[in-house]
């Protein structure tokens, strides 16, 4: 059963808050309590989307992370494994936390649920559009590669040639300070094939490299 704090994402009821402790919003402490998630989100607003951590969730929003918050007022469409894209507005925002307001209530208890099907099915993380050229190294020989899209946990990649299932190989891709990302081919159909990181991918470093590869 998830862990219970307050929510954190609906309109203030007092001054606007300060740097420091003391600045958490006090809308936080007068909603219906929310459930702890500490999951990858998508966020998408001014025609980018860039991933966020959902840090909690309830019937009316969400608490969320990223590294530059849309101001409040904001429109969003914000997405979550087990939470189909779901228009809302920021109610708030300080630092690189922010709260929003859903438009349409949901249900956490459903998304939760959603998250593993009974088929056993696990509701996947967003994945976020990237045309890029990498060379995939296997056996230190580079294969021409193209991401077709990424997430925190693997990227989708077109090859000239198919791969077989269980190849290990590193993604010439630089996120932060990690150059070259280790992983597994997890899938292979036609020329595409999914490509699975041995070690997640931090949300931010994500957030990063997708706002620096928009058009200018």
Known sequence: MPHRMEQAAMPPTAAAPTAGPSAVPVERRHDARAATVFTIGKI???GRSLPCMVRDLSEGGMRIQLPAPPPPGARVLIEMRGLDPRLARIRWAVGHEAGLSFDLRCCPADIFAARASRSGRIARQPRFPMRHAVPLLIDDMPIPATIENISVGGARLTLPE????????????????????????????????????????SSVTLAVMLDAARPA
């Open 44 to 46: 998408s607003f001014d």
């Open 162 to 201: 198919p791969l077989e299932d269980g190849r290990q190989a590193v993604l010439g891709l630089t996120l932060g300070d990690r150059h070259g990302i280790a992983g597994t081919i997890c899938w292979s159909r036609d020329d595409s094939c999914g490509f699975r990181f041995v070690q997640p991918i």
